[in-house]
């Protein structure tokens, strides 16, 4: 069933559309971080509220520091989902709400690296998250406060190894990785290997993320 579109959000250059189908207030909020065209929001998901964002040059604000021509700018979108936050929560029915970030890809990557920057985010899911970034595996395992994350889901192809001059050899392993440092920080934590390639089954890919963090508490 489609999610009923409860009203957009003005802010910047963002297009923000708000999907209702909370049944009572303080309901989880998920960010979904939006970039392929034919991707509709459209999730089977209930008892909760999705914001959906997108912008111009999205992927420059998925990519955490500049490579691959991507400009590194998600420390800008961190910056601007706080105050998309507080004018989600000037409703009341969401005052108290845990605000949690999703996205597949390179939005996989950046709910992750979002939710280390961001800790008004109680959570993610990255689906064949783009874990390979250069440099990214590292400053993860620096990483030192993760305790704003609650919960945690990760799931990768398992044929998406293959590709960019060898780049994604190891993208199985780094999510695996991912997964597993969570779970050692007694995070709610769920690592899911999926049959098939990088663009096999996306929207459901996503639907189960966002279910996973829907039925956890």
Do not use: Q
């Not at 409860?6 to 708000?18: A, M, Q, S, T």
Request: glycine share 6%.
């Amino acid at each position: 069933m489609a999610l009923k579109m409860k009203n957009n959000i003005f802010y910047k250059d963002y297009d923000i559309n708000i999907f209702d189908r909370s049944l009572n207030n303080d309901c989880k909020v998920i960010i979904y971080l939006k970039f392929y065209e034919w991707d509709k929001s459209d999730f089977n998901i209930k008892n909760c509220t999705l914001v959906s964002i997108t912008k111009k040059d999205i992927f420059d604000y998925l990519s955490p520091w500049y490579s691959f021509d991507f400009k590194g700018k998600a420390d800008i979108l961190s910056s601007d989902l706080e105050e998309i936050i507080n004018i989600v929560k000037e409703n009341n029915k969401f005052k108290n709400s845990k605000f949690y970030v999703v996205g597949y890809s390179l939005g996989g990557l950046a709910s992750l690296y979002l939710c280390l920057k961001n800790k008004k985010l109680s959570g993610f899911a990255s689906m064949s998250g783009s874990l390979w970034y250069p440099d990214f595996m590292n400053y993860f395992r620096n990483f030192k406060n993760l305790d704003n994350i609650k919960i945690a889901y990760l799931s990768i192809g398992d044929r998406e190894t293959k590709g960019l001059n060898g780049k994604f050899k190891d993208i199985i392993n780094y999510t695996k990785e991912v997964y597993d440092i969570f779970k050692n920080n007694d995070t709610i934590s769920k690592f899911e290997l999926n049959k098939g390639t990088h663009f096999d089954d996306v929207e459901e890919r996503i639907e189960k993320g966002i279910n996973f963090i829907l039925n956890e508490k």
